[in-house]
């Protein structure tokens, strides 16, 4: 009985800790995490973003806002491979959607802009989006005398720095917690179903999740585009990171997008190759996986996809 | 050293020291220790950051956001440096930071790239390595290639955890070793895949060693410690800026307590000359105070002297009066002494010749008588009424009665004019002779001796008395005069009369006090008049007094009184012992 008990007294108090921390943590040791409460904007500012980014004014000769191609209603982006901007070419890139853009490391497909207040700023300014300059956008909004004033109370006055912040204000309202799979992971075992499950597996084994991983399922990292295999290359793209750092390290590498509303955001990929979410996968079990998926674990992996949509929780 | 310029110093040394005070205080210290602290918390998310890659690298870590929470702070922080970038220094110590602090994120962010290729590829060797063997379980002639694979996978695992120098070189020809033995068919893709991602994790492998070496390369902490270098430097630089201002505060300090000092000293020294006239001042005045009373005590008795030479010139003044008043009266009275003087001399040679002669009519009236006893009746009657007629016997009576009273009355006149004769000078020449004065009071004391005993008891008070040179019977008279006055003075009810006598310093005196009534103040001065006199008319002559006081002046002496009204009178003879012969 003596050795017995100074066993229990030598490995019990590790071993009950161990297996504790499998049992009841099984969900912390996700490596995707459920979005977190967002942190309170400022309500007038939140307005003035809104605002804003339906606003055609920021754009140079104002034919686009910010909605124009981040349609908040579908998904945070305009549906299209690419989008026409204010000068009537197409950008150079697949629109990302707006939605959980606060959630992402970096914007942009090449990350050049570290927070969205950059990202507004370089967008206003890029002559195929919006192609208007900042102190033209300032006279403008000035010009109006409700935005004056609320500026003026907001911010104390209007300034490019006050519009960049209130529009990502704005943004950092567009998040979308509480999705099935949110849920899921803060312990609501039934809010997926059995097959969708069976997706997040899949989406674990195959390594889906090494790169989209995190609150936003992605956002988080670089990576290249052409891991395992190469694909073929649409013409005319920039060649990713490598535009912005000159390293030949960074050629076709790209932000990875995060995967929350994924199923409402086609098409994909940065170049807007992949028209569904299936070819989406396909690209990924190729390019970057380097394995063949089957069919049924491609549908499931989609179902499991469709578990992190959701809607703007906006603010109170 | 006027005081402007002193106060000129102060001023100028306060305002070194206020300057000073406000350069000590710029330096903030509490801004130094949260700069610290900011570099410190850099350091500890560098150093989590570190720890956070390698946990990814052992697959601990299941997500990358833990490496990307930190970065937003790791560059927030150093900009909110205190001075940055004011100072420079400072600004290129966080400019190379926030350099360095660029290449590792593009480093970490190229592992966790790298990381995750790794990680897939990793784990699709173990995925394909079971699948081999569950194919192999359906199918032994694989089991061969399942060991194969399993075989490689353990090397390969072997190498990545263990770290080996060289990777196994052998296993891609021990992998296409099995390729010829299979056509086609899953197990051949199985091996293809497998040989790929073995590549692929031997690849990334090498990557992410090389990555994770140059991060750890990555100056970061360098650069850190140059911050860290640059704020304690200030530190330092502020500390010894501190030391040396607080020398200087000390040296102005000094320098103002010297000046305070200075004026400290300067101001005790005034004091003490303040203090010093002040003394002399008073010493001054005091001295003065003295001079003035002295000044004022001589002047006084200046004063008194010039008052008393006055008193006394008015009484030689009134004794001169006195004397010519006397003069003139003494001629007046020696005209009137003569004149009465002879009918005076007939008249008693006349009234003794009378007597006689009556005496001798009444001796014969008497013989007349005796012999009547033979005359006839008739003729005796006729006598007898003649003489009863005249009264006979009356006037033989009467007779000596009435020439004795007449010849005491020519006494009494010729005594008057005798008296008047001596007042006069006129009077008999005396003799000067040396006499014993207490003779004189004695002979004159028994002479009114009757009169004294009935008024008041005699007191004789008498010292030594040396002879003096006089005229001894006009001194009596003085005498006389003194008591008869004595007398009077003391009145009705019994009194007490004192005679004193005395010498000093070639002097002479007598004086008679008595314990009368004493004389009034208006009556003083003229108590030496001739013919002045209080008693009721007919009782004194009013001579005594001024005879008394003539006589005393031919002795070259005087007569002093002193009285008091009701407490009497003592009048006190003073004269020269010796009788100074004066040019007359």
Known sequence: MNKAKRLCWRWGAPGLLVVSAMASGAWISEPILPIPAAAPQDPARVALGRRLFSDRRLSGNGTVSCASCHDVSKGGMDGGVRSMGSSGRLTAFNTPTVLNAALNFRQFWNGRATTLEQQVGMVVENPVEMGSRWPDVVRKVAADSDYRRAFESAYGGVTRASIENALASYERTLVTPDSRFDRYLKGDRDAITVEEKAGYLRFKQYGCVSCHQGVNVGGNMFQKYGVVAEPPLVKGMELGRFGITGNPRDMHVYKVPGLRNVARTAPYLHDGSAATLDQAIDAMFRFQLGRAGSVEDRKLIAAFLATLNAEPAGQP | ?584
């Open chain 2, 1 to 584: 050293m006027t005081p402007r310029w002193h106060a000129g110093v102060a001023l100028a040394l306060m305002a070194a020291l206020l300057y000073e005070l406000s350069r000590a205080s710029d330096y903030d210290e509490p801004a130094y220790f949260a700069d610290v602290a900011r570099v410190q918390q850099i350091r500890q998310l560098d150093a989590q950051w570190e720890q956070d890659l390698l946990k990814a690298r052992l697959n601990l870590l299941h997500d990358y956001d833990a490496l990307v929470a930190p970065l937003a702070d790791m560059e927030r922080l150093p900009r909110q440096l205190h001075q940055y970038p004011a100072n420079s220094a400072l600004a290129a110590g966080v400019t190379a930071y926030l350099r360095a602090l660029d290449a590792k994120t593009e480093l970490v962010e190229s592992f966790k790239s790298h990381n995750a290729v790794f990680r897939n590829s990793l784990a699709y060797l173990v995925t394909v390595s079971n699948e081999a063997e569950l194919a192999a379980a359906k199918r032994p002639e694989h089991a061969g290639v399942a060991r194969s694979l399993r075989e490689v996978l353990l090397d390969i695992l072997t190498y990545i955890e263990y770290g080996g120098a060289e990777e196994p070189e052998d296993w891609q020809s021990r992998l296409s070793g099995l390729a010829p033995g299979l056509r086609g068919g899953e197990l051949r893709r199985m091996v293809d895949s497998f040989g790929l991602h073995a590549s692929i994790v031997l690849r990334e492998r090498a990557v992410i060693s090389r990555l994770l070496a140059d991060i750890t390369t990555v100056p970061t902490g360098r650069t850190l410690n140059s911050i860290q270098a640059v704020l304690s430097g200030d530190l330092r630089h502020a500390s010894q800026r501190v030391r040396q201002h607080r020398v200087y505060l000390a040296a102005l300090s000094l320098a103002l307590s010297a000046l305070l000092l200075y004026a400290a000293v300067r101001l005790l020294r005034s004091h003490a000359i303040i203090k010093h006239y002040n003394a002399r001042l008073r010493q001054a005045n005091d001295t003065l105070e003295t001079a003035v009373r002295l000044r004022t005590d001589e002047l006084s008795q200046a004063n008194r002297r010039l008052q008393a030479e006055i008193d006394e010139r008015m009484q030689l003044e009134s004794r001169m009066v006195q004397k010519e008043k006397l003069a003139s009266i003494g001629e007046l009275a020696a005209g009137v002494a003569h004149e009465i003087n002879n009918p005076l001399s007939f008249l008693s040679s006349n009234v003794g010749r009378l007597e006689e002669y009556l005496d001798s009519v009444l001796a014969i009236l008497s013989a007349y008588e005796l012999a009547e006893a033979g005359l006839p009746e008739s003729a005796l009657r006729s006598i007898r009424r003649l003489r009863e007629q005249a009264q006979l016997d009356f006037l033989r009576a009467d007779i000596p009665v009435l020439i004795a009273e007449s010849k005491d009355g020519l006494e009494r006149v010729a005594k008057i004019v005798q008296s008047l004769k001596d007042f006069s000078r006129a009077g008999t020449a005396q003799q000067w002779e040396w006499a014993d004065l207490h003779r004189g009071i004695e002979s004159t004391i028994n002479i009114i001796a009757s009169d004294l005993r009935k008024v008041a008891d005699v007191v004789r008070e008498y010292g030594e008395l040396p002879h003096v040179e006089c005229m001894p019977s006009q001194l009596n008279q003085v005498i006389m005069n003194l008591l008869v006055n004595a007398v009077h003075a003391v009145g009705e009810e019994r009194g007490r009369i004192v005679i004193r006598s005395g010498a000093a310093g070639g002097e002479a005196w007598f004086e008679v006090q008595d314990s009368g009534c004493g004389i009034p103040g208006d009556v003083l001065p003229r108590i030496f008049d001739p013919f002045y006199t209080t008693k009721a008319i007919g009782k004194g002559t009013g001579l005594g007094l001024s005879l008394s006081y003539g006589i005393v002046q031919r002795h070259q002496g005087r007569i002093e009184v002193t009285t008091a009204p009701g407490e009497g009178s003592t009048f006190r003879v003073v004269l020269p012992v010796r009788r100074q012969l004066v040019a007359a």
